[in-house]
């Protein structure tokens, strides 16, 4: 076959911390699409025209890197067809189970089987806090990962190499090096210096695809050593080379201060005429200059590598869709072709937060020093993200060459993170709940599906696909550059939307509690040199008297996760006795409703105003009015039953509260409540 009849694709995947479960379930069913498909074409039976769709490289940050680096060891295992109970009682097919027990079962905050989970406190045996949350979950995830099946499995059902996979293929993940590398800048006769922190791990993979055509020019010009399949799969355990990678892995996916930084090393060579993802100015292939890193004088790496310590890459890096650009670039420095006519290769980027973070309607205009602290390094996060060319090209909507999966469940308007259960808590969320997490894989799986049969589709005008209408005998088109076969063609059900039982909640704050007891007291001892010191903080963290540390730290927590939950409709309301349609039910709340209850939740104020809330969620107060009084008349065991007070604001408003959080009885006498209220400092806005 000739090389235009292949449509190349580097496929990106975007950070996203718990969120990692949906786009492990779109690689699952992006991998379960292309094995149907192969298969289909070797048997002659494939519908449509004659081309390949090879993935020729895999980038990702964070946990989107961690799913390219998992995947591509799932990959090596064999396809393994799998149905998965999920809490719920339903099921889940894949095809990479162990995709998804990394993802779904796995990486967990409470385990119920007593098993190693993110607040254990494993970790901190050798007395050293590395991190808020136990790290060495991850490192469990990624060894069993790289042990594969036990011996008793039975052998997969289509082992590699994959006639879908480019040979080799390239994965990339992002990094942020907190050494950084140096480069200079020559200002004759002077140089300007500066550190380059947004640092990538490169590995190219041989055995797993045997398109040995499909590979890019630009990652070959990496100076890098292959993976081999035979070393993932020896006897006695993988070749340190696959080690390396797993750990690189581990190392992207380390969200700074919540989960450990990883030491990591490189060779100095894998520096040294390193290709950038950067166009040369007149988009010349020929003038494609490599950029080498200054080395201090003096200074010499032993046996050729040193070390450094590295964090979540998606810090710097978030969508490393660029280098998937120039990974699948036919001559490895020109525009890929954009037209649905002309183009033969694309980025797929699967992100679960489309639409990342949106210009604040509110800001407090807050110039003191610790607003500034506070809001200095997400702005630098943000800001090191900013890719404005690549703005440009987004606009322009007859590109052909970039395609987005994001989370869109039936209904919605477009595509958000609203639509994922783990996108509460900034992305944390979906740790809380295994079916948070059940939800999002199938979610993925769904989401891709009904991307490849909709979107992903080229005319039969396209070389790829024939170069005529008439071509082979097709029609126009447009048609699917994978076409769904067999087991792929069937709909993936969209899941019920998952709630977390009020019971596991309450675990789940007793073992944050745990967690902070153990953690606190040894970071005190490991950061703080005077005794003295460390002693007022004790002190201040369990005894003193109304208001310790350890007491106003966990009900913060535990209020803003309740917040949370009830805004978005994830926890279990509690009330039985109602009909799933009556309109006390939270899941018949509006969003804008849920809004209201969860400001009654997260607040800092014991007390709420129609008029204060109204102002935080942007609603009339007749509409706030509205949604307190349905709250109020709900049974006390709702866990979104709002408590009228007889306490009035300083301007004559009527107090509200959740009922879980009505100040107690003493508080709430018309004498001595005030005086009460006077000394432990009730407050309403």
Request: with cysteine; glycine share 10%; aromatic share 8%.
């Amino acid at each position: 076959m000739s090389e235009d009849r292949t449509f190349r694709i580097g496929l990106t995947m975007a950070g996203a911390i718990s969120a990692g479960a949906y786009t492990a379930g779109v690689f699952d069913f992006l991998t379960r699409a292309l094995a149907a498909w192969d298969e289909a074409k070797k048997n002659g039976t494939a519908p449509g025209p004659d081309h390949r769709a090879p993935i020729v490289a895999m980038t990702g940050a964070s946990a989107g890197g961690m799913t390219a680096v998992l995947g591509a060891i799932a990959l090596g295992r064999g396809l393994r067809p799998t149905t998965k109970v999920t809490y719920a009682g339903g099921s889940v097919d894949c095809v990479l189970p162990g995709l998804y027990e990394a993802w779904v079962e796995q990486v967990r905050m409470v385990s119920d089987d007593g098993r190693t989970d993110l607040l254990s406190l494993d970790d901190l045996k050798d007395g050293k806090v590395r991190s808020l949350l136990n790290a060495g979950l991850l490192d469990d995830i990624r060894d069993g990962a790289l042990r594969g099946p036990p011996p008793q499995a039975l052998p997969p059902v289509q082992p590699p190499p994959y006639g879908f996979l480019a040979e080799p293929l390239d994965v990339y993940v992002t990094l942020t090096n907190l050494r950084g590398i140096e480069y200079d800048i020559s200002f004759d006769p002077n140089v300007y210096r500066m550190l380059n922190h947004g640092d990538r791990k490169h590995y190219a993979i041989s055995g797993l695809g045997s398109d040995a055509g499909a590979r890019g020019d630009w990652s070959a010009k990496d100076p890098l050593p292959c993976l081999t399949l035979s070393g993932l799969n020896r006897p006695g355990g993988p070749a340190a080379d696959w080690a390396e990678m797993g750990l690189a892995a581990v190392a992207t996916g380390a969200f700074p201060v919540g989960l450990a930084a990883r030491v990591l090393h490189a060779g100095v060579e894998d520096y040294t005429n390193r290709p950038w993802p950067i166009a040369n100015p007149d988009n010349d292939p020929s003038d494609d200059r490599p950029i080498s890193p200054t080395w201090p004088d003096g200074w010499a790496a032993a046996n050729g590598r040193f070390g450094f310590v590295a964090v979540d890459g998606g810090a710097i890096d978030n969508e490393p869709f660029e280098l998937a650009r120039f990974a699948i670039m036919k001559d490895g420095n020109s525009v890929n072709a954009r037209g649905a006519d002309q183009a033969d290769r694309a980025v797929i980027m699967v992100a679960p937060f489309p639409e990342g973070y949106g210009f604040p309607r509110m800001d407090p205009l807050d110039d003191g020093l610790v607003a500034v602290i506070k809001a200095l390094l997400p702005t630098m996060i943000q800001q090191a993200r900013f890719k404005p060319d690549e703005l440009v090209a987004a606009a322009d909507s007859t590109i052909n060459s970039r395609f987005l999966i994001a989370p869109k469940r039936q209904g919605s308007p477009t595509v958000s993170s609203n639509d994922i259960a783990c996108g509460l808590l900034g992305g944390f969320g979906g740790f809380l709940d295994q079916s948070f997490r059940e939800h999002d894989f199938q979610l993925g799986q769904r989401n891709c599906q009904r991307f490849l049969s909709t979107y992903f589709l080229l005319p039969a005008s396209n070389p790829v696909m024939g170069g005529s209408p008439g071509a082979a005998g097709l029609a126009a088109g447009p048609w699917p550059i994978i076409p769904l076969v067999d087991g792929a063609a069937k709909e993936v059900a969209e899941p019920a939307w998952p709630r977390m039982a009020m019971s596991a909640f309450e675990t789940l704050i007793s073992r944050i509690e745990q967690r902070a007891e153990a953690v606190v007291p040894l970071l005190t001892k490991q950061e703080i040199g005077s005794g003295l010191l460390r002693f007022a903080i004790t002190v201040a963290w369990k005894y003193l008297p109304w208001a310790s540390v350890r007491g106003k730290l966990m009900q913060s927590i535990r209020r803003a996760i309740l917040a949370d939950l009830i805004r978005r409709d994830q926890i279990e309301d509690g009330v039985t006795t109602l009909s799933e349609m009556d309109p006390g039910r939270l899941r018949n709340f509006t969003a804008p409703q849920r809004q209201i209850l969860a400001a009654l939740a997260g607040t800092g104020f014991d007390l709420r105003t129609v008029s204060g809330l109204a102002k935080e969620t942007g609603m009339s107060q007749t509409e706030v009015l509205n949604a307190l009084g349905i709250a109020c008349g709900l049974p006390d065991e709702a866990v979104h039953k709002v408590w009228k007070s007889d306490i009035k604001s300083s301007g004559g408003e009527e107090g509200y509260a959740l009922y879980s959080r009505r100040p107690a009885l003493l508080k709430s006498l018309p004498v001595v409540g005030w005086v009460v209220r006077k000394v432990t400092d009730v407050t309403i806005d």
